[in-house]
Each structure stands twice: as C-alpha cells, then as structure tokens.
C-alpha cells in the first residue's frame, strides 16, 4: 500500500473531456473529445496529477444504454488517450437516477470521489475537480477538493497552466 499522499485532477466527462451534445453520449460515433483536452491532460499528468473521470450517467436507469455500453466507451476513450501517452487511473460513474433509483453515488453527492480517494491515497487538499455544472463543484467541496467550474465544451488549457 502506498504511504505517500497522491495528487489528482478528478474530470467530469460530458462537457469536459468529451462534447456534451445535449443528449446521452454512449456510442462511438457520437464521442468528440473536447479541443485542448490532450495537450492539457498531458501537462497535468507530468505534473504527477492522477487523472479520474467522475460522471453521472442516468441513461442506465432510464435504461437508454446499459453499464456495458458505458464501459465500451471509456474503453475507447481511454485508448484515444494512451495513443497521447496519457493514462486515465479509474472511471467512476453513477448508473442511477432519482426520479428511477436512489443512491449516493450521484453527484453532487462525493460517494464516487469518496472511493477513488480512498482507492488511490488521494490527498484532497493537492486535488482539483473540473466540471461544468454546479453539482460537479458541490462534490468536490464536500471531500475537501477545489472546485473549478468550466463552460460546457470550452477548452480547458488555461486550467491546466
């Protein structure tokens, strides 16, 4: 076990590394990683920054795509990145919706930032959540995580300087 505290940068997917289209993204050929996002998740991960995805996917519960469909798509998304020599450390996402499943895992609960925290050693007060909506920000303060609020699509390499 690992007895130095990890840094991470905790990414929201829909919106920030991949389009948001205003409709669920679960097949490939709607998949468009975001400009900027390589270069940027580059930078980060040579600064020692562990990159995790954290994503409410409610298309499961409402049963538009199922879990296996999702993880067809970080599947590939995470091969985009290694072809950049980036690693994505862990996906973490809620299959739930509340007007369908209740949970703890949705953000802006912090139950999926709880986990990788503690599955990677993370030190919160070192770690950075960015998203694109306010419950993105609610969890990160939560577990003690700075929040950065993004636009929607917009590239994110001012961040990461």
């Known amino acids: 076990m690992r007895s130095e505290k990890q840094k991470a940068i905790f990414l929201d997917r829909d919106g920030v590394l991949i389009r948001e289209r205003g409709d669920y993204t679960w097949l490939l050929e709607d998949m468009i990683v975001n400009e900027g996002v390589v270069a940027s998740l580059k930078k980060l991960q040579s600064l020692g920054f562990l990159l995790i995805v954290i994503s409410n996917q409610a298309g499961v519960a409402k049963g538009v795509y ?5 993880d067809y798509l970080h599947l590939h998304l995470s091969r985009h990145f290694a072809l950049n020599g980036i690693v ?29 925290i503690a599955r990677f050693n993370i030190d919160p007060a070192l770690s950075y959540f960015v998203g694109d909506a ?5 969890a990160a303060q939560k577990v003690g995580v700075k929040g950065i609020k993004i636009e929607a699509n917009s590239q994110i390499p001012e961040f990461a300087d």
């Open 66 to 70: 199922s879990k296996k469909e999702v």
């Open 88 to 116: 994505i450390s862990e996906y973490y996402y809620c299959p739930h919706f509340p007007a369908v499943s209740k949970c703890l895992c949705r953000k802006p609960d912090s139950l999926l930032l709880e986990k990788a």
């Open 134 to 138: 306010v419950r993105d920000m609610e």
